[in-house]
């Protein structure tokens, strides 16, 4: 069972930051990409940021320069750092992984979702 949980949401207000954090956990072989999504209310989920585990990066155009995705593969952690928020970026915020089971299949696994509120 492979398991991901989402740090680091809040409310904050317009020009602030936050930094979300999601970690891995059971038992696997390796986690390849790894992405942050979104989903406000009455919208559909949207991809915030993608990093590969080579390293290679995708931002929403609505987030470039503002937001930075990283990893720590020894943590089987991925992180967005987000500055300058501001109230259309509230959301709930998913983290996504493609994880390689023990049975060395790949699957996507979900994390639970954290709730991101910026006020004006």
């Known amino acids: 069972q492979v398991r991901l949980v989402e740090s680091g949401g809040g409310s904050v207000q317009a020009g602030g930051s936050l930094r979300l954090s999601c970690a891995a956990s059971?038992?696997?072989?390796?986690?390849?990409?790894m992405g942050w999504y979104r989903q406000a209310p009455g919208k559909q989920r949207e991809l915030v940021a993608a990093l590969t585990r080579a390293g290679s990066t995708t931002y929403a155009d609505s987030v470039k320069g503002r937001c930075t995705i990283s990893r720590d593969n020894s943590k089987n952690t991925v992180y967005l750092q987000m500055d300058s928020l501001n109230p259309d970026d509230t959301a709930v915020y998913y983290c996504?992984?493609?994880?390689?089971?023990?049975?060395?299949?790949?699957?996507?696994?979900w994390g639970p979702g954290t709730q991101v509120t910026v006020s004006s």
């Open positions: 996504n992984a493609q994880i390689m089971t023990v049975l060395l299949n790949t699957i996507a696994s």
């Open positions: 059971g038992r696997f072989i390796r986690i390849n990409d």
